[in-house]
């Protein structure tokens, strides 16, 4: 394809892509239009459920896993909702964790009304996906309400019980997003098995599936498929399985319930001293703030566990930052060998290579040596400090071993 038809299709499909995003546009505000207009707060739950379209009360069956009632028209469902949500409303609160029931809470708190900007897309979502809030003008203002009867029903479940379910909830949920944070994917049964080990509690089997299911598709960590629970990174399940099983005589790393519950908390990035040896050399160079250096960090242990190969991260960094000359670039890979090797990885069943010296530790390609590109783009738009050729006495050392020159390399004998 010439450059000239090549350009050409390119803002055409961008032309086509901001003619599809400014149709989104409209209709979402057509359909937030279409919630303000049915009529005020408070009200009944049934008359709350009426105002719903068809494909909305159908939504919230299937989110409550009420079965036999996808025939039902519009407004038997909206009856047969009304009655059966508040039954099954117990069942579904002893799914969740604290957090969500902390945002249930808020709401009842306020007698069951808040202002609309008082709450974030996330949270509405949450709650109206179980027929549990809606959308209403109170006093000419918008708001968003707990119908008058459900919220009854509510808070007759509140108390003590309640609150030791949802920390129990609240336990699974972090040990599970933190297990598959270091060992990718496993069982349930295994991943149930080793929970019980750590807290010293049966797990009910049937209990932890049900608050498992709720949790991936809240907080979007992990995913199921089958009688497998893995991290949402993880891309081809057969390749990390395969690599698992030729490691099955090692036992399982030896997780603390501490370790677990930090890694299991969304966003989460494990700063080993040589993580934060890496992040603290791209910030001061590449003039990042913290969190960008750290979102950079997720990248990198991102690729590290996709690929096993710390060289495909060299690949990565090349593509996103200025590599100004050999020694930036040799300081930059001693970093990244480094970090590689004190990683846990999934592959290694939530061990690091180090951890593995005298075992069988993967083997990594350190002459690895791609051309440098110099012209690239920094990710951030900023520019590397330039380093001269002869390292100072306080720079990290150029061996990688993320000591300063003077403590290493440089060191006087």
Same mark, same amino acid.
């Given at each position: ?16 892509? &901001? ?6 546009? !409209? ?19 049934? +008359? ?6 068809? %494909? ?17 028209? #519009? ?10 949500? /508040? ?11 604290? +957090? ?41 203002? &918008?708001?968003?309400?707990?119908? $008058? ?36 994917? =496993? ?36 995913? &199921?498929?089958?009688?497998? !629970? ?23 790393? /030896? ?6 519950? &930090? ?9 080993? /001293? $040589? ?24 990248? !990198? ?39 590689? =090797? ?16 005298? #075992? ?22 900023? #520019?590397? #400090? %330039? ?27």
């Amino acid at each position: 394809m010439g450059e000239k038809k090549e350009k050409k299709l390119n803002k055409d499909i961008q032309r086509m892509l &901001k003619g599809m995003m400014a149709q989104e546009e !409209v209709r979402r505000k057509k359909a937030e239009v279409e919630l303000w207009k049915r009529a005020g707060a408070p009200c009944l739950f049934y +008359e709350a459920l009426s105002r719903l379209t068809k %494909q909305e009360l159908d939504e919230i069956r299937k989110a409550s896993g009420i079965p036999g009632m996808s025939a039902l028209k #519009k407004a038997d469902l909206a009856k047969e909702l009304s009655e059966f949500i /508040p039954m099954i409303v117990r069942t579904l609160l002893y799914r969740w964790d604290e +957090e969500r029931y902390q945002v249930l809470g808020r709401v009842l708190s306020h007698g069951g009304i808040v202002p609309y900007e008082q709450m974030t897309p996330r949270e509405v979502g949450t709650l109206s996906r179980y027929g549990l809030l809606f959308h209403g003008i109170y006093e000419g203002k &918008k708001v968003l309400f707990i119908p $008058e009867d459900l919220a009854y029903s509510l808070r007759a479940i509140e108390g003590e019980e309640l609150s030791q379910i949802l920390k129990r909830n609240s336990d699974w949920v972090l040990l599970t997003q933190g297990m598959l944070y270091y060992i990718g994917v =496993d069982e349930y049964w295994n991943v149930l098995t080793r929970i019980s080990g750590l807290t010293g509690v049966k797990v009910d089997p049937m209990d932890y599936s049900a608050v498992i299911g709720e949790a991936a598709v809240y907080y979007g960590e992990i995913e &199921k498929s089958g009688a497998l !629970v893995f991290h949402k990174d993880v891309r081809n399940l057969s390749k990390v399985m395969a690599e698992q099983n030729k490691r099955k005589e090692l036992p399982p790393y /030896p997780f603390t319930i501490a370790k677990l519950r &930090k890694a299991g908390k969304p966003g989460y990035i494990e700063k080993t /001293p $040589e993580m934060r040896v890496f992040l603290e050399t791209i910030r001061d160079a590449y003039v990042l703030t913290s969190s960008q250096a750290e979102a950079i960090g997720r990248e !990198v242990t991102r690729i590290i566990n996709q690929t096993g190969d710390p060289m495909e991260v060299m690949k990565h960094l090349e593509k996103r930052f200025v590599i100004p000359d050999q020694n930036w670039f040799q300081m930059i890979s001693g970093l990244v060998m480094n970090l590689y =090797d004190h990683a846990s990885q999934w592959e290694l069943r939530g061990y690091a290579p180090v951890e593995l010296s005298g #075992k069988k530790k993967k083997k990594t390609r350190s002459s690895y040596r791609p051309p440098l590109t110099v012209s690239a783009v920094p990710v951030m738009g900023s #520019k590397v #400090k %330039q380093k001269n050729s002869k390292t100072g006495r306080n720079e990290p050392c150029l061996c990688g071993s993320g000591k300063k020159h003077k403590n290493c390399c440089g060191r006087k004998s």
